[in-house]
C-alpha cells in the first residue's frame, strides 16, 4: 500500500465528514442539545485531521495516473488549488471546534463567536469539499467535465511552489519559523504531559492551561510552514517512506491531544499523583511528538529524496 491507494480510501472522508459534522452542529442548535453540539464539534475536529492525510497523497495520486492519456493535468492544476483553498478552510473550522471543546470544559457553553465562527467555516468547507470532488471526478471522467476551455497548465499551487523555489529566502525563513513553531507546540505539549507523569507535583495542572495557546500558535506556524514545504517540492515527500511514518505519528498525536479537552485531566491538584489513565495518555503523547520529529528530521536521510 502507498500514498495513492491511501488517497483513494481516504478521499470521500473530508467532504462526507464534513457534511456529516454541519448537520449534527446545525441539529445541536435547532434542539439546543450541547451534547450534541459537542459531538459535532468532536467529528469536525477529527475530520479536519483526517484531511491532511488526504491532501498530502494526492500528488502520489497524480504520479500514478498521470502517464494515462486520459488524465488531464489542466483539470489536475484546478483540484490542487481548490483543495488547497478547502483544506485552509477546513483547518480553521477544526481549530474553532477545539476552542469549542475547550470552552466547553471551561465554562457551560462555548462562546457566542465561536458557535457562529464554527457555522459560518463549516458551511463555506462543505462548498469547497463539494467543489473539490467534483474536479476530483474530472480529471479522469470526461462525460463530466464542463465544456469550458481549461488552457493554463500551472495552477495557484505550482506558481506558489516556483515562488519559493526563485526566492532564496523564503525556505530558510520559513525553515526558522517551523523550528519556533515545534518549540512552542513541543514545550507546552511535555510541560504538560510530564506533570501528568509526576513531573512538578508542587504546580496544579490547571495553572498550565495558560499554556495551550502557545501550543496552537506553534502548530499553526508548523502548518503552515509544512504546507509550504510540501507545496514547493512534493515528489520529495510522497516518494519518502519517513514521510508516510510523520503523518501516521502527526495524526495518532492530534488525536491524543484530543484528551486535553476532557474534565479529568484538569482537575489534578497540587501534589496529587495522575490516575493511571492520564499517565498512559501523557507518556503515549511524548513518544508520538518525539516520532514526529524524528521522522521529519530524517526525511533527508531515510528516504534518499532529498
Known sequence: MNLAHLHLLLNHFP????????????GSLVTQNDGLKRTSMLVLLLIAVSALPVY???????????S?????????????????????????????????????????HPATWNVYGILLFSLLTVVLMTVTATMGGEIRHEEIRPAQDVSQTEGTVSAMGAYVLGHGWVWPTCETLHFIGLCLLLGTILTIDLRMLGIMKSVPLADLRGLIPWALAGF????????VFFITTPTQYTQNVAFYWKIVFMLL???????????????????????????????????????VIFFGRMLPFIGNSF
Open 56 to 66: 498530502f497523497s494526492g500528488n502520489a495520486a497524480f504520479e500514478a495516473i498521470q
Open 15 to 26: 467532504s462526507v465528514g464534513t457534511v456529516i459534522g454541519l448537520g449534527l452542529f446545525v
Open 220 to 227: 499553526s506556524i508548523n502548518l503552515v510552514t509544512g504546507m
Open 253 to 291: 498525536a492530534g488525536i491524543n491531544v484530543l484528551y486535553l479537552t476532557f474534565d479529568e485531566s484538569w482537575t489534578l491538584p497540587e501534589g496529587v499523583d495522575a490516575p493511571l489513565t492520564a499517565k498512559v495518555v501523557a507518556g503515549a503523547g511524548i513518544f508520538l511528538w518525539l516520532g
Open 68 to 108: 494515462r492519456p486520459d488524465v488531464s493535468k489542466q483539470f489536475v492544476a484546478r483540484h490542487q488549488d481548490v483543495a488547497l483553498l478547502a483544506l485552509v478552510l477546513m483547518a480553521i473550522t477544526g481549530a474553532l471546534a477545539w476552542c469549542g471543546l475547550w470552552q466547553f470544559r471551561r465554562n457551560a
